[in-house]
């Protein structure tokens, strides 16, 4: 039910600044309660690729978010997880345990 961001092979590797997590077949309402609930654990989430026709700017020059499908898909349905490295593999676990809830109180 979770699309991972690309992992490194052998002709990328990551910068790991950012995870950004999109969850399959959800809207834009369920996401944002899924940041609300996770959020209430004390997990920062965000949302932080927002598409150029969503911004004030774009809009006020035409741009419709309608005329780019696939960059609202993405955005719609992606979640920014935290990544840093002191970041312990119990916080992980955390992370994932909270991330797993909130899609089975929200979607499921």
């Known amino acids: ?3 991972l961001p690309p992992q490194d092979n052998e002709n990328q590797t990551s910068s790991y600044h950012l995870f950004a997590l999109r969850i399959y077949n959800i809207s834009e309402i369920q996401r944002d309660l899924m940041i609300k609930k ?4 004390g997990i920062g989430v965000n949302v ?3 598409p150029m026709p ?3 700017l774009f809009k006020e020059n035409g741009y419709k978010i309608e005329d780019y499908p696939v ?3 993405n955005y719609s349905r992606e ?3 935290p990544i840093y490295p002191q970041l312990s593999n119990p916080q992980v676990d ?3 345990d909270k991330i ?3 899609y089975y109180l929200v979607v499921k």
């Open 71 to 73: 960059a609202y898909d």
């Open 1 to 3: 039910w979770v699309q």
């Open 48 to 50: 932080h690729f927002i």
């Open 79 to 81: 979640i920014s997880l």
């Open 94 to 96: 955390y992370i994932i």
């Open 100 to 102: 797993v809830e909130s």
């Open 54 to 56: 969503m911004l004030t």
């Open 38 to 41: 996770i959020s209430t654990e």
